[in-house]
């Protein structure tokens, strides 16, 4: 800021701008195309005058009692008055406010403002002044102390980067570092993707998928991911632009987004891939325009015309999935926007975009035995925005409006997460699911909701009926100075189960809106060991015919049993000698799948009902089971698998 006699006088900046080389004629002041005199002309177009509207104040008009609705809602709900916990909560109470608000809304704006008003009448809008000229302006309308550089272009070092990384399996190292600028990722399609490792890899998978696949109704519900490797792909449309190396199908992988400013600040975000699904990596750089949205619109359309002609064989999994990911993602951001750009003009904030990113995907759902995953299932799409950032302030300075606008902006783009999936796949009576819908969800299940900060986290943690690792997720966030909103126990909905939460900065109003879903728990060292013990017991009582019959393809096994045993022997490391036994297993598998694929299904059937057997049978790996001939049932599968195997062997 330029002081002068103690009043403010101007601002000093850095600022860039472009010169575009033009036929230029300066006695007459504008360009002249037969003119061979060439002139480097300044273009500005970011320094302009706006004029600005004066919209109706509707809370004046039409107010809205907030300090009674919230008395009502209070009145509905019960709260505990040491911990502060709130059940129960009227939502009716709302949602009716609402409707009869904006009713009252309708009837003034038709009495007073007529069927033509518009949204720029009720709230603050602002536009470019137009001003026309003969020619273009040799100088700049300020005044330029000093010239830093000139770039033909924009230098690698100016640019806004972004890089995505695929660790190697057990994030040893990077797999894959692909690095690009903004610039040239503007409303294109990105995909993190698997693709089979090698042909034979390809033939197995395909061999999976029947050969008269015209609709989706035979497309299979669940994919036998074991002995199938893939490679990581980072595809942008439907070019692979780096490839990783081979893992196993159904294992998971991590990978990281980079944001790297040309100032030298960086940013990351990290998240795990099931290996065999696909994720849509959707940026919004600034805003999402809309020739971009309606870009992928048409190509979303195209590919829905081509399913209902049943034209399958004619698309990629990148023209069906991918584009559905990319489009979800765009149309979040798009509509998100949208909303905030309303709320910023209503409560008087200036708002920038930073850029962000949303991470859409296929979920699978992994179904593993021993450990190794054997078959993949898909169960849903999902939304994932790690990072919706925007630079924030009001326009008078008030920091209390800087908040009002995070909060509002945050609650909508965690209603906007499920809304978006709602209205893109249109299951009927199916809500999806974020944290805002989970909380919702918890008070009509009458589960407590509690507010956690630094005062009585101590008070509150000890009641919380929800996953232990969730604890110092919450004391982390505490610790920081948030205040974390949780319903007290999990929600349970359409068979999923899970927890969703929201960490508030109560400073700021910024917040991190997350949903915390139940997998299956780890087992023990020592708990593999008793698999691995009961399953070799059982085998050799049932199967003294098979192990006869195939005793040279067994020579791995006994040598892995041998080399794990004196490894537990020596060292006490149950899970090398776990994995050693493991790497048996699969050479015997890989042997029998090649030469007796029926085998290698009865095998396959057999240890699946072992393993379900040891489920109930082994405590605490899963709940127990009321009914004792589910116990009964396992064995009786298991022994009956394996005497197939040994008569189609014989055959």
Request: net charge negative.
């Amino acid at each position: 800021m330029l002081v002068v006699d103690g009043k403010p006088y101007g601002l000093r900046m850095e600022h860039c701008w472009v010169e575009a080389q033009l036929n230029y004629d300066i006695d007459l002041g504008k360009r002249n195309p037969v003119s061979k005199d060439t002139t480097w002309i300044p273009m500005d177009a970011s320094y302009k005058i706006l004029e600005y509207n004066d919209p109706v104040k509707l809370e004046e008009q039409v107010p809205l009692n907030v300090d009674s609705l919230l008395e009502e809602i209070r009145a509905s709900a019960i709260i505990d008055t040491i911990t502060g916990a709130v059940t129960g909560m009227d939502t009716t109470i709302i949602n009716q406010t609402l409707e009869d608000y904006s009713t009252n809304l309708k009837n003034w704006t038709d009495e007073n403002l007529g069927d033509s008003a518009t949204i720029g009448e009720v709230f603050p809008f602002k536009w470019i002044k137009p001003k026309e000229s003969g020619g273009f302006s040799p100088v700049l309308p300020y005044q330029v102390t000093r010239n830093i550089d000139k770039y033909p272009e924009v230098s690698e070092n100016l640019r806004y980067k972004i890089t995505i990384e695929v660790m190697s399996e057990r994030n040893i190292g990077t797999d894959i570092s692909y690095t690009f600028p903004t610039v040239g990722i503007v409303g294109k399609r990105i995909l993190l993707a698997y693709a089979p490792a090698s042909s034979n890899d390809e033939e197995l998978l395909l061999s999976q998928v029947p050969d008269t696949l015209t609709d989706t109704t035979n497309i299979p519900s669940a994919i036998s991911a074991y002995l199938i490797n893939m490679k990581p792909q980072i595809i942008i449309e439907n070019e692979a632009v780096a490839t990783g190396s081979t893992i196993g199908m159904g294992k998971e992988q991590t990978y990281r987004l980079i944001f790297r400013s040309p100032t030298g600040l960086s940013d990351e975000v990290e998240n795990s891939a099931i290996v065999g699904s696909m994720y849509g990596i959707g940026f919004n750089l600034s805003k999402v325009p809309t020739e971009v949205m309606k870009n992928r619109m048409g190509k979303y359309q195209e590919v829905k015309e081509q399913i209902e002609a049943q034209n399958i064989p004619s698309l990629t999994s990148y023209d069906i999935v991918g584009e559905l990911l990319a489009f979800t993602s765009n149309l979040y951001y798009y509509r998100l926007d949208m909303y905030n750009e309303l709320f910023s003009r209503k409560m008087e904030v200036f708002r920038q975009r930073v850029p962000s990113e949303a991470i859409t995907s296929l979920s699978l759902e992994v179904t593993s035995l021993l450990g190794i995953p054997y078959s993949l299932s898909a169960n849903g799409f999902r939304i994932d925005v790690d990072r919706d950032m925007e630079t924030v302030f009001g326009k008078d300075g008030d920091k209390g409006k800087k908040k009002s606008y995070n909060l509002e902006s945050g609650m909508m783009g965690s209603e906007m997460e499920a809304r978006i999936l709602e209205q893109t796949f249109r299951v009927r009576n199916v809500k999806a699911l974020s944290a805002t819908r989970i909380l919702s969800i918890a008070n009509e299940q009458q589960i407590p909701i509690y507010t956690i900060n630094s005062s009585n986290i101590f008070q509150i943690t000890p009641l919380l009926n929800i996953s232990e690792k969730m604890i110092p997720i919450i004391e982390c966030a505490v610790n920081r100075g948030l205040e974390v909103i949780i319903p007290g126990s999990n929600i349970q909905y359409n068979g999923w189960e899970g927890i969703g939460y929201i960490a508030i900065n109560p400073e700021t109003g910024e917040g991190a809106y997350m949903v915390e879903g139940i997998g299956g728990g780890g087992i023990w060292y020592f708990l593999w060991w008793v698999v691995y013990v009961a399953l070799w017991l059982i085998v050799a009582v049932c199967a003294v015919k098979l192990a006869l019959l195939l005793l040279a393809f067994f020579i791995p096994i006994i040598e892995g049993i041998i080399a794990g045993s004196l490894i537990m022997l020596n060292s006490g490391n149950y899970h090398a000698a776990s994995l050693i036994i493991l790497d048996g297993i699969k050479t015997v598998m890989l042997t029998v799948h090649v030469h007796w694929p029926g085998v290698y299904v009865g095998i396959v059937e057999a240890t699946v009902a072992l393993s379900q057997f040891l489920e109930i049978w082994i405590p605490g790996i899963a709940p127990a089971v009321d009914n004792p001939y589910a116990v009964l049932w396992c064995i009786k599968s298991f022994i009956e698998g394996f005497l197939g195997v040994c008569e189609e062997i014989e055959e």
